[in-house]
């Protein structure tokens, strides 16, 4: 038997923060366990306070990613057992 688990990609390219952060936020919420959701920004401050929320909330943040000689980072966040009850 084989889970099923959902692939999410947030674009918040161009956007700071608060509105960032609340984005992020609402997409974190919305995940199942296991479900993956990546998050691509270009605001190095948004990618700080996104990974902070993450690692207080116990989601596991698998890749940060720069990409290619952009700033733009790829931040993967999985939802376990354990978050699902501090989102």
């Known amino acids: 038997m084989t889970l099923q688990h ?25 995940l199942c366990i296991g479900d993956v959701l990546v998050i691509l920004l270009d605001d190095s401050s948004s990618a700080s306070d996104i990974l902070d929320y993450a690692y207080r909330r116990g989601f596991s943040v698998n890749n940060i990613e ?8 790829a931040i993967e966040i999985t939802i376990s057992q354990e978050s699902r009850f501090h989102v």
Request: hydrophobic share 40%.
């Open 6 to 30: 959902d692939y999410f990609e947030l674009d918040l390219k161009g956007l700071r923060c608060p509105q960032t952060l609340i984005d992020s936020k609402l997409a974190m919420g919305k």
């Open 66 to 73: 720069p990409q290619s000689g952009l700033a733009l980072m």
